[in-house]
């Protein structure tokens, strides 16, 4: 982050071509940074000023089985970013297990990291639980993608995401 003895997360307006070329497109303005993607990112979580998965609750996805807006008053810091919960019980809950929780690949869209082997950042409208696990993706069309192939694209996830978090 700025400011930070880590290097920056560089957030791009954008879309990306069947070829993995970027085009510029206007962003939508959901959530914090809209239809932006993430070329470049070491954390080991995505965040935004240090906030994982936009201020949302991790807990809830498996809860209450939807998107939940963290509480500022409910977040504590884990793996190198801020996370927020809804509730002081959903707290207490991830801090006692939390890869259980987290999302995985760094909270970096699913499909991305399978087809494209790259980090693009996520909306928490597009997201699924398998196999007791949280995956989170860029937009619906990608979600859409996700979810024809969902089994294939975790084992090249799985495949490709020790070489990224080398690189990064």
């Given at each position: 982050?700025?400011?930070?003895?880590r290097r920056?997360l560089?957030?791009?307006?954008?879309?990306?071509t069947a070829?993995?070329?970027a085009v510029l497109?206007?962003?939508r303005?959901l959530?914090?940074l809209g239809?932006?993607?993430?070329?470049?990112?070491?954390?080991p979580?995505?965040?935004?000023?240090g906030?994982?998965i936009?201020?949302?609750?991790?807990v809830?996805y498996?809860?209450?089985?939807r998107?939940?807006?963290?509480?500022?008053?409910?977040?504590?810091?884990?793996?190198?970013?801020?996370?927020?919960?809804?509730s002081?019980?959903?707290r207490?809950?991830?801090?006692a297990?939390?890869?259980?929780?987290?999302?995985q690949?760094?909270?970096?869209?699913?499909?991305?990291?399978?087809?494209?082997?790259k980090l693009?950042s996520?909306?928490p409208a597009?997201?699924?639980?398998v196999?007791?696990?949280?995956?989170?993706?860029?937009?619906?069309?990608?979600?859409?993608?996700?979810?024809?192939?969902?089994?294939?694209f975790?084992?090249?996830?799985?495949?490709?995401?020790?070489?990224?978090?080398?690189?990064a």
């Open positions: 982050m700025v400011g930070h003895t920056s560089l957030f791009v307006a954008g879309a990306v070829a993995g070329a497109v206007s962003t303005g959530g914090l239809e932006r993607f993430v070329e470049y990112a070491p954390e979580v995505f965040t935004q000023d906030l994982a936009r201020g949302y609750d991790p809830a498996f809860t209450e089985r998107p939940v807006a963290g509480d500022p008053a409910f977040s504590l810091e884990w793996n190198g970013a801020r996370w927020r919960f809804a002081q019980e959903n207490d809950v991830f801090s297990n939390p890869g259980t929780y987290a999302p690949y760094g909270g970096f869209c699913a499909w991305a990291v399978a087809a494209k082997g693009y996520t909306q597009n997201w699924s639980i196999g007791g696990r949280l995956y989170l993706n860029f937009n619906d069309d990608i979600q859409r993608r996700w979810e024809k192939d969902i089994p294939g975790i084992a090249e996830a799985d495949r490709r995401w020790p070489l990224i978090q080398k690189n």
